[in-house]
Protein backbone atom coordinates (compact mmCIF):
# COMPACT_ATOMS: atom_id res chain seq x y z
CA UNK A 1 0.00 0.00 0.00
CA UNK A 2 0.79 3.57 0.15
CA UNK A 3 1.59 4.31 3.62
CA UNK A 4 1.64 1.93 6.98
CA UNK A 5 -1.74 0.91 7.80
CA UNK A 6 -2.92 0.06 11.35
CA UNK A 7 -6.12 -1.43 12.69
CA UNK A 8 -8.22 -0.62 14.44
CA UNK A 9 -7.70 2.94 15.14
CA UNK A 10 -9.21 3.07 18.24
CA UNK A 11 -10.40 -0.04 20.37
CA UNK A 12 -12.39 -0.01 23.55
CA UNK A 13 -11.86 -3.29 25.91
CA UNK A 14 -12.21 -3.92 29.47
CA UNK A 15 -9.78 -5.41 31.78
CA UNK A 16 -9.24 -9.10 31.05
CA UNK A 17 -10.17 -9.44 28.08
CA UNK A 18 -7.79 -10.03 24.65
CA UNK A 19 -6.96 -7.79 22.05
CA UNK A 20 -5.71 -7.80 18.41
CA UNK A 21 -4.01 -4.90 16.72
CA UNK A 22 -3.22 -5.30 12.90
CA UNK A 23 -0.19 -3.53 11.00
CA UNK A 24 -0.03 -3.94 7.15
CA UNK A 25 3.09 -2.32 6.37
CA UNK A 26 4.34 -0.49 3.35
CA UNK A 27 4.50 -2.98 -0.03
CA UNK A 28 8.25 -4.02 -0.01
CA UNK A 29 9.21 -2.87 3.34
CA UNK A 30 10.91 -6.34 4.68
CA UNK A 31 11.69 -4.16 8.50
CA UNK A 32 8.93 -4.44 10.48
CA UNK A 33 8.45 -2.48 13.98
CA UNK A 34 6.13 -1.66 17.11
CA UNK A 35 6.17 1.02 19.36
CA UNK A 36 4.20 1.83 22.03
CA UNK A 37 3.03 5.19 23.17
CA UNK A 38 1.78 6.39 26.69
CA UNK A 39 0.28 9.41 27.65
CA UNK A 40 2.54 11.96 28.13
CA UNK A 41 5.85 9.13 27.44
CA UNK A 42 8.07 8.75 24.91
CA UNK A 43 8.05 6.05 22.38
CA UNK A 44 8.85 2.50 23.91
CA UNK A 45 10.01 -0.14 21.39
CA UNK A 46 8.42 -3.57 21.77
CA UNK A 47 9.55 -5.50 19.09
CA UNK A 48 11.05 -5.76 15.39
CA UNK A 49 10.64 -8.47 12.43
CA UNK A 50 12.80 -8.84 9.66
CA UNK A 51 10.24 -10.99 7.25
CA UNK A 52 8.70 -13.39 9.51
CA UNK A 53 11.39 -13.40 11.84
CA UNK A 54 11.29 -11.41 14.96
CA UNK A 55 15.15 -12.14 16.73
CA UNK A 56 14.59 -9.72 19.51
CA UNK A 57 11.18 -9.89 21.55
CA UNK A 58 13.29 -8.34 24.90
CA UNK A 59 11.54 -5.17 24.33
CA UNK A 60 7.79 -6.74 25.12
CA UNK A 61 6.41 -5.44 28.59
CA UNK A 62 5.37 -9.15 29.58
CA UNK A 63 4.11 -12.36 28.31
CA UNK A 64 0.62 -11.26 27.95
CA UNK A 65 1.86 -9.91 25.14
CA UNK A 66 2.97 -11.76 21.67
CA UNK A 67 3.43 -10.63 17.59
CA UNK A 68 3.70 -12.68 14.83
CA UNK A 69 4.28 -11.56 11.11
CA UNK A 70 3.09 -13.96 8.16
CA UNK A 71 4.51 -13.62 4.30
CA UNK A 72 6.51 -10.73 5.04
CA UNK A 73 3.36 -8.74 5.76
CA UNK A 74 0.79 -8.27 7.51
CA UNK A 75 1.92 -8.23 11.71
CA UNK A 76 -0.73 -9.06 14.36
CA UNK A 77 -0.06 -7.37 17.66
CA UNK A 78 -1.76 -9.50 20.48
CA UNK A 79 -2.26 -8.88 23.84
CA UNK A 80 -3.75 -11.18 26.46
CA UNK A 81 -5.86 -10.77 29.65
CA UNK A 82 -5.17 -6.60 29.20
CA UNK A 83 -4.65 -4.56 31.71
CA UNK A 84 -5.51 -0.86 32.32
CA UNK A 85 -1.76 0.15 32.11
CA UNK A 86 -2.31 -1.56 28.49
CA UNK A 87 -4.04 1.60 27.91
CA UNK A 88 -1.52 3.49 24.98
CA UNK A 89 -1.11 4.11 21.42
CA UNK A 90 0.50 1.36 19.37
CA UNK A 91 2.48 2.48 16.59
CA UNK A 92 3.46 0.08 13.68
CA UNK A 93 6.50 1.22 11.57
CA UNK A 94 7.94 -0.46 8.63
CA UNK A 95 11.78 0.23 6.68
CA UNK A 96 12.77 -0.59 3.25
CA UNK A 97 15.33 -2.84 5.15
CA UNK A 98 17.11 -3.05 8.48
CA UNK A 99 20.28 -0.68 9.72
CA UNK A 100 19.81 2.43 7.87
CA UNK A 101 16.53 2.43 6.38
CA UNK A 102 14.50 5.38 6.49
CA UNK A 103 11.15 4.35 9.23
CA UNK A 104 7.77 5.38 8.00
CA UNK A 105 5.11 5.06 10.67
CA UNK A 106 1.04 4.14 10.92
CA UNK A 107 -1.20 6.41 12.38
CA UNK A 108 -1.76 4.04 15.07
CA UNK A 109 -3.85 1.86 17.33
CA UNK A 110 -5.52 3.75 20.16
CA UNK A 111 -5.99 1.48 23.11
CA UNK A 112 -8.31 2.08 25.99
CA UNK A 113 -8.82 -0.49 29.16
CA UNK A 114 -11.24 -0.17 30.79
CA UNK B 1 23.26 3.38 27.19
CA UNK B 2 21.69 5.87 24.17
CA UNK B 3 19.81 8.68 25.67
CA UNK B 4 18.14 11.49 23.45
CA UNK B 5 17.03 14.85 24.75
CA UNK B 6 15.24 17.51 23.17
CA UNK B 7 15.26 21.44 24.72
CA UNK B 8 12.94 23.41 24.53
CA UNK B 9 10.07 20.99 25.34
CA UNK B 10 7.71 23.55 23.69
CA UNK B 11 8.28 26.63 22.02
CA UNK B 12 5.68 29.63 20.78
CA UNK B 13 6.50 31.81 18.41
CA UNK B 14 4.91 34.27 16.24
CA UNK B 15 4.58 33.54 12.34
CA UNK B 16 6.99 34.13 10.35
CA UNK B 17 10.21 33.75 12.35
CA UNK B 18 12.73 31.39 11.31
CA UNK B 19 13.61 28.54 14.55
CA UNK B 20 15.89 25.92 15.63
CA UNK B 21 15.18 23.02 17.16
CA UNK B 22 17.27 21.39 19.50
CA UNK B 23 18.39 17.69 19.78
CA UNK B 24 21.33 16.07 21.58
CA UNK B 25 22.34 12.01 22.09
CA UNK B 26 25.02 10.48 24.42
CA UNK B 27 26.87 8.09 22.32
CA UNK B 28 28.09 9.05 18.82
CA UNK B 29 28.04 5.78 17.76
CA UNK B 30 24.74 5.69 15.32
CA UNK B 31 23.56 4.70 12.22
CA UNK B 32 21.39 7.86 11.38
CA UNK B 33 19.39 10.04 13.09
CA UNK B 34 15.61 10.94 11.79
CA UNK B 35 13.54 14.05 12.57
CA UNK B 36 9.65 13.52 12.61
CA UNK B 37 6.81 15.72 13.39
CA UNK B 38 3.46 14.00 14.98
CA UNK B 39 0.05 15.99 15.28
CA UNK B 40 -2.67 15.93 18.63
CA UNK B 41 -3.89 12.06 17.74
CA UNK B 42 -1.74 10.96 14.82
CA UNK B 43 1.17 8.60 13.57
CA UNK B 44 4.84 10.31 13.24
CA UNK B 45 5.42 11.67 9.75
CA UNK B 46 8.69 11.39 8.73
CA UNK B 47 10.96 14.47 8.11
CA UNK B 48 14.31 14.01 7.52
CA UNK B 49 16.90 11.13 7.65
CA UNK B 50 20.54 11.81 8.37
CA UNK B 51 23.08 9.18 7.98
CA UNK B 52 25.84 9.27 9.89
CA UNK B 53 28.33 10.06 7.04
CA UNK B 54 26.21 13.29 6.66
CA UNK B 55 26.58 16.74 7.98
CA UNK B 56 23.29 17.68 6.71
CA UNK B 57 19.82 17.47 4.69
CA UNK B 58 16.94 19.59 3.66
CA UNK B 59 13.57 19.57 2.65
CA UNK B 60 11.78 22.36 1.35
CA UNK B 61 11.85 24.94 4.20
CA UNK B 62 13.27 22.52 6.83
CA UNK B 63 16.97 21.64 7.41
CA UNK B 64 18.42 19.54 9.72
CA UNK B 65 22.20 19.07 10.85
CA UNK B 66 24.11 16.59 12.53
CA UNK B 67 27.18 17.03 14.33
CA UNK B 68 27.98 13.11 15.33
CA UNK B 69 31.53 14.29 17.47
CA UNK B 70 29.10 16.74 19.79
CA UNK B 71 26.17 14.14 20.19
CA UNK B 72 23.84 17.11 18.63
CA UNK B 73 21.35 17.43 15.78
CA UNK B 74 19.08 20.87 14.95
CA UNK B 75 15.93 21.00 12.79
CA UNK B 76 15.87 24.73 11.26
CA UNK B 77 12.48 25.57 9.98
CA UNK B 78 12.51 28.83 7.98
CA UNK B 79 9.07 31.16 7.67
CA UNK B 80 7.28 28.97 9.88
CA UNK B 81 3.56 28.98 9.42
CA UNK B 82 0.50 27.63 11.97
CA UNK B 83 0.47 24.30 9.83
CA UNK B 84 4.09 23.92 11.50
CA UNK B 85 2.55 23.30 14.96
CA UNK B 86 2.99 19.95 15.79
CA UNK B 87 5.76 17.96 18.23
CA UNK B 88 8.59 17.28 16.96
CA UNK B 89 10.59 14.11 17.86
CA UNK B 90 14.04 13.54 16.84
CA UNK B 91 15.42 9.71 16.90
CA UNK B 92 19.16 7.78 16.53
CA UNK B 93 19.75 4.55 15.45
CA UNK B 94 22.05 3.26 18.00
CA UNK B 95 25.52 1.36 16.12
CA UNK B 96 25.27 -1.01 18.48
CA UNK B 97 25.44 -5.14 17.12
CA UNK B 98 21.89 -6.53 16.46
CA UNK B 99 20.08 -3.42 17.68
CA UNK B 100 17.28 -2.10 15.26
CA UNK B 101 15.87 0.30 17.86
CA UNK B 102 15.27 3.47 17.10
CA UNK B 103 16.00 5.77 20.45
CA UNK B 104 13.41 8.53 20.50
CA UNK B 105 13.72 12.02 22.44
CA UNK B 106 10.77 13.16 24.51
CA UNK B 107 9.89 16.20 21.79
CA UNK B 108 9.25 19.98 21.23
CA UNK B 109 6.04 20.77 21.05
CA UNK B 110 5.70 23.48 18.39
CA UNK B 111 2.97 26.06 18.25
CA UNK B 112 3.26 28.94 15.59
CA UNK B 113 0.87 31.79 16.66
CA UNK B 114 -0.91 33.42 13.12
Known amino acids: GAGVSQSPSNKVTEKGKDVELRCDPI?????LYWYRQSLGQGLEFLIYFQGNSAPDKSGLPSDRFSAERTGGSVSTLTIQRTQQEDSAVYLCASSLRLGGGELFFGEGSRLTVL | KQEVTQIPAALSVPEGENLVLNCSFT??????LQWFRQDPGKGLTSLLL?????REQTSGRLNASLDKSSGRSTLYIAASQPGDSATYLC?????????????FGQGTRLTINP
Open chain 1, 27 to 31: SGHTA
Open chain 2, 91 to 103: AVRPRIQGAQKLV
Open chain 2, 50 to 54: IQSSQ
Open chain 2, 27 to 32: DSAIYN
